[in-house]
């Protein structure tokens, strides 16, 4: 059977960010990387902006800007029938380390990988110089500061490679640079059950009140996903038949949906985005029937996360075949 959407054009670089905490810092327990939600975007933005208080899309620099292509992209004049109304998702992906510890003395060093997707893989330098202008500042409730003191590249083979120095603060890319593409992401071949455990919270648009019914708002909010990502910054555009979503998902069944409700509420960030309300849960469902069409997507969605706030970590789940699982208690 043919997979729903092809995505052999979907690419990203992989790295592991090693910080050294300068004094105490905590992090929300539920998910880590979403402590940096409130800053990294204006953060970002003063490095690079001459006219903090213009309209981004009205400024005369847009087009070469690096906070624009990141926060702000746009739909090219030459293209009709535009398919995103809104909630762009930004060309990153924070993962948070998922140990229990998230309290961190002086001296401590811990860990953030982050996925740079498409054409916003130029813009590593911003990413990290973002990355060590919110260490000055401080991060938690009691801001404590860290350092970068290590900047890893994902090689093909499977290997961290450093690709920075503290001491002069330079990024030094090998030439053999390795892009993922999607295909890098299996782990399950085709199976007949699938079980998605969210392993940080995710909250979805269309999904409220714990009810049974979350594959289908979850597989379209991944699907937006993509296809907007495709779109921005991976110069591809996807064109799948306008029902065919939703022909696909009536083979699948989902027979088990084991969601929570997670006590923390999603801090509103200081994005460019309004302000989200959405409930955040965490859990696992299992699904059966023809899901190899979906298996990419998902596969995928594992690793870009899904929901709300994905980019700083939120909606990031795993991909378990139940069959090869004890059942849980």
């Known amino acids: 059977m043919t997979q729903y959407l092809p995505l052999d054009h979907f690419i990203f670089t992989r790295y592991r960010l090693t910080l050294e905490a300068l004094g105490r810092i905590e ?6 990387a979403i402590a940096l939600q409130n800053e990294f975007g204006s953060i970002f933005r003063r490095m690079v902006c001459r006219s903090l208080n213009e309209d981004c899309l009205k400024c005369a620099l847009y087009a070469h800007c690096p906070y ?13 029938h535009y398919p995103f109304s809104r909630d762009i998702p930004y060309p990153f992906v924070i993962k948070p380390p998922l140990q229990n510890q998230n309290i961190y003395a002086a001296g401590h060093c811990f860990h953030f990988e982050f996925l740079i997707i498409g054409k916003a893989q130029g813009l590593l330098p911003y990413f990290l110089a973002s990355f060590e202008n919110i260490g000055r500042k401080g991060i938690g409730p009691q801001p404590g500061p860290f350092k970068v003191k290590n900047l890893e590249l994902l090689r093909e083979q499977g290997s961290w490679e450093s690709v920075y120095s503290p001491q002069d ?8 640079q390795f892009v993922f593409s999607y295909k890098m992401a299996n782990t399950i071949d085709n199976p007949e059950r699938i079980r998605i455990r969210f392993l940080t919270p995710v909250s979805l648009k269309e999904y ?24 921005f910054y991976c110069n591809h555009r996807l064109d ?6 939703e022909r696909l998902m009536a083979d699948v069944k989902v027979y088990k949906v084991d969601l929570h409700r997670v006590a923390e509420p999603m801090k509103p960030g200081s994005s460019p985005r309004p302000d989200h309300s959405s409930e955040s849960f965490q859990g696992v469902i299992e ?10 997507m998902l596969h995928l969605g594992a690793l870009i996360h899904v929901g709300e706030a994905n980019s700083f970590g ?12 004890k059942d849980e208690p």
């Open 240 to 245: 799948p038949a306008p029902d065919m979503l």
């Open 27 to 32: 992090l929300p327990g539920f998910n880590q």
């Open 208 to 231: 409220r009140n714990g009810s049974e019914d979350f594959f289908a708002p979850f597989l379209k909010q991944l699907h937006h996903q993509i296809e907007a990502l495709s779109f």
């Open 314 to 325: 939120q909606g990031w789940y795993a991909l378990e075949n139940p069959s090869l699982i």
């Open 287 to 296: 699904c059966s029937g023809t899901l190899e069409p979906f298996l990419p």
């Open 169 to 176: 603060h330079m990024v030094r890319l090998p030439d053999d």
């Open 68 to 80: 624009a292509i990141v926060f702000y992209p746009k739909v090219p004049l030459e293209v009709k």
